[in-house]
């Protein structure tokens, strides 16, 4: 089974934010015109032999790109194909702190996401503190980014350094960091390896590009500890999966990188 633990099924105002301009200059593709229908993401994820994605919400300040009710919905359209996770605006934390609760017991979600530097702040800032106390009362993971961040924006608060307080914090909290955390990838791999609830995905890259010491880790006492992801669309499943072969991974800990590991810790 292959398990895609940061994706998501993007809105038109999500498509088209000038934020992601960046982006689109490096893939030198032109922002969409129209809705992306769900039927074509799933299509992709056939192409790969995808089975699951995870598709987020996306909740920036002052901004809704994607809202937990539309992602609701085209987990609606693909219930066996796609997984919700939510995402809150913690700029208000009881209200942030209500619908973690819904997003979980009404929507069905599996986990929450937000992105600090969509919030230019740490998760270590005490507006975050509200949100990881609500994901461990759910019992879901807590989903960030961390590393480099592609849009122009500061990467400093996407240091993985800054997980370790909050797994000192809230040693209960599962807590997945995507995107590797490049050019901290080391830093990353040794948060994920003192504490025994945080991960790493792999979103934004693909497989041929992983740095040698997440691969190492993948090889060695990080192989329960390693999540394929995507950050479709702005990676195709089929591409972030290139060089896979590569990686030098034994059978048993590729099937837990590929989806063991996504499907244990998001409780698939």
């Known amino acids: 089974m292959i398990i895609d633990a940061w994706g998501q099924h993007p809105t038109l105002r999500h498509a088209q934010d000038?934020?992601?301009?960046?982006?689109?200059?490096w893939t030198k593709t032109p922002a969409p015109t129209e809705e992306l229908p769900v039927s074509t993401t799933v299509a992709l994820m056939d192409q790969a032999g995808v089975d699951k994605m995870l598709i987020s919400a996306w909740e920036a300040p002052c901004n809704s790109m994607i809202s937990n009710e539309e992602v609701e919905g085209f987990v609606a359209e693909a219930p066996d194909r796609f997984v919700g996770v939510g995402s809150v605006d913690i700029s208000k934390p009881m209200d942030a702190v209500r619908e973690v609760r819904r997003c979980v017991q009404e929507r069905g979600f599996k986990a929450i996401r937000v992105l600090p530097w969509l919030w230019e702040v740490p998760p270590t800032d005490r507006r975050f503190y509200p949100v990881f106390t609500a994901c461990v009362e759910e019992g879901v993971p807590f989903c960030t980014q961390i590393g480099h961040t592609g849009p122009l924006m500061p990467s400093e608060v996407g240091r993985p350094l800054?997980?370790?307080?909050?797994?000192?914090?809230?040693?209960?909290?599962?807590?997945?960091?995507?995107?590797?955390?490049?050019?901290?990838?080391?830093?990353?791999?040794?948060?994920?390896?003192?504490?025994?609830?945080?991960?790493?995905?792999?979103?934004?890259y693909t497989a041929g590009r992983y740095p040698p010491e997440l691969v190492r880790f993948m090889q060695g006492h990080g192989a329960a500890k390693v999540l394929f992801g995507t950050n479709?669309?702005?990676?195709?499943?089929?591409?972030?999966?290139?060089?896979?072969?590569?990686?030098?991974?034994?059978?048993?800990?590729?099937?837990?990188?590929?989806?063991?590991?996504?499907?244990r810790v998001f409780g698939l």
């Open 18 to 25: 000038p934020i992601f301009d960046s982006l689109r200059s």
């Open 162 to 204: 800054y997980l370790d307080q909050v797994a000192l914090d809230f040693p209960e909290l599962v807590i997945v960091g995507g995107h590797i955390g490049y050019p901290w990838t080391e830093e990353a791999v040794a948060v994920a390896t003192k504490h025994e609830n945080v991960y790493i995905d792999t979103s934004a």
């Open 232 to 263: 479709y669309p702005m990676m195709p499943p089929a591409q972030a999966l290139k060089g896979l072969d590569k990686l030098g991974l034994a059978e048993d800990k590729q099937a837990l990188f590929l989806g063991g590991n996504s499907q």
